[in-house]
């Protein structure tokens, strides 16, 4: 008994040091329990903010593939517009050069029958000298 007295003095303090780091172990771990639970609830709040990133993000890409179709045919209208910009110009060109033909045509007309009444006494061989001087 006495072996065993002296070596309950010994090992006493070292149960009872067991059982405050048990204590305390389990203290730790109901800790880290807890702070895993707010882990988990963190990262499926995470993972749902990341599928609405995934969806915004597709719808993104989509409405960027739309826009960059209307600024292709945005281009091509702008083309097209310029063209026709262009043909405008010449066909208010080709106005003016038809009313200036219109003008002298009333002139051109005039010299014509004039040139006929001039030569029509003379014989065919002599009017086309003169058509050719």
């Known amino acids: 008994m006495k072996n065993f007295?002296?070596?309950?003095?010994?090992i006493a303090p070292m149960i009872q040091k067991v059982n405050e780091m048990t204590d305390l172990l389990n203290k730790e771990l109901a800790k880290l329990k807890k702070k895993q639970e707010e882990l988990a609830e963190v990262q499926s709040i995470v993972a749902a903010k990341q599928a609405d990133l995934n969806k915004i993000q597709k719808e993104a890409d989509a409405k960027k593939e739309t826009?960059?179709?209307?600024?292709?045919?945005?281009?091509?209208?702008?083309?097209?517009?310029g063209s026709l910009d262009d043909n405008k110009r010449r066909w208010e060109n080709d106005r003016s050069m038809y009313n200036k033909t219109k003008i002298r045509l009333i002139g051109d007309v005039g010299i014509a029958c004039a040139f006929v009444a001039y030569s029509g006494p003379f014989n065919s061989q002599f009017r086309s000298k003169l058509v050719e001087s």
Request: proline share 0%; no cysteine.
């Open 5 to 10: 007295r002296g070596a309950y003095k010994i």
């Open 67 to 81: 826009l960059d179709e209307f600024e292709t045919k945005l281009k091509a209208a702008q083309n097209l517009i």
